[in-house]
């Protein structure tokens, strides 16, 4: 009888988990620093979040490593609910650009849901003489392994997508890691690097004023708030040169399907928010939202997809 008791319980119990969680504040575990896109993203989601359930999503910055020390850090949190991580492409691109990284993005993380992806920008700085990317590439060569370009860690998408670009057109350059987009570009507008692929939201705010030359950008159609850019595809003969920096939700694989089932439903609530939407979109952002197991399928694509570039544009870890 106690057992029956014990079994009715468990099996009732878990939809009630669900509907009641959260019942007390979320941290949501963060790769990068204060100022950057994919901080500013996982503000935005966290503020919604807090909205939506009443229970407060706090964001907590673990920069550094690539993103490496978030992510050890997230996938050894207590699978209560009570730890997220807001992460970006470098849970897929840190195992294959490094033989030996403390998490594996399969089995260490149970997928929520995509949350938004950003457009990168090939931006260079206004001092170096190329009004446009045939310049810049020529102007490269000519000078070998004197240009430096910046990115946002090593084994981040701003790095890979930078090593990929340089292997391709046959360009020697020396790869500058930093600890977030924000120290990155302040280097890059400050003439200390001379290029960088990054956010079209990072970007942006520095080339309005003529701090940062964009050229290309990295997606295969031009972008409404730079119309006049072209794409990597147009001007340098690259099809399909796709790069986007994507973020979504992870939790502890060992977390309750119930939590990540509610988790999943807050943030695809929160993805068709008008409100949220628009702030995305002045950012460059586009909302995603979908499946668990959607999620769950296009990590494990990605993993391939970046096996194959690391191989391609033979990056290497910094």
């Known amino acids: 009888m106690k057992l029956l008791a014990a079994l009715l319980a468990l099996f009732i119990s ?13 941290r949501m575990l963060l790769a990068f620093p204060p100022g950057g896109p994919t901080d500013i993203n996982a503000r935005l989601f966290a503020q919604k979040l807090t909205e939506q359930t009443g229970q407060t999503f706090v964001v907590e910055n673990r920069p ?33 650009l ?15 849901a995509l949350t938004a992806t950003v457009p990168l920008v090939l931006a260079i700085h206004p001092g170096v003489p190329a009004k446009n990317l045939q310049e810049f590439i020529a102007y490269a060569r000519a000078n070998p392994g004197k240009l430096n ?19 391709q057109m046959g360009l020697k350059m020396q790869h500058i890691p ?16 001379q290029m960088m692929i990054d956010t079209i939201s990072t970007v942006l705010p520095y080339a309005r004023d003529n701090r940062l030359r964009p050229l290309a950008v990295a997606v295969q159609r031009r972008l409404a708030v730079l119309p006049e850019v072209p794409t ?7 099809p399909g040169f796709e790069m986007s920096a994507w973020q979504g ?54 993993l391939q997809r970046w096996t194959k570039v690391v191989k391609d544009a033979g990056a290497k870890a910094d």
């Open 149 to 167: 370009y910046a990115s946002s860690g090593s084994g981040t998408i701003t790095h890979l997508s930078g090593a990929l670009f340089a292997s």
């Open 232 to 238: 990597l595809e147009e001007a340098a003969n690259l």
């Open 178 to 193: 930093y600890k977030g987009s924000a120290p990155a570009l302040v280097d890059v507008v400050g003439g200390q690097t």
């Open 14 to 26: 878990g939809p009630i988990l669900g509907q009641g969680y959260p019942t007390k504040p979320v």
């Open 249 to 302: 939700i992870v939790v502890p694989v060992a977390t309750p399907k119930e939590i990540v089932v509610k988790l999943n439903a807050e943030i695809n609530r929160a993805v068709q928010n008008p409100d949220l939407r628009q702030k995305l979109a002045l950012g460059g952002s586009e909302p995603l939202g979908g499946t668990s197991e959607q999620y769950a399928a296009y990590i494990r694509s990605e």
């Open 98 to 112: 490094q033989s030996s990284v403390p998490f594996d993005p399969v089995k260490d993380f149970a997928p929520v």
């Open 64 to 96: 550094g490593a690539g993103g490496n020390i978030a992510a050890a850090e997230a996938a050894k949190a207590a699978p209560d609910g009570t730890t997220i991580f807001y992460n970006t492409s470098a849970i897929t691109i840190a195992p294959a």
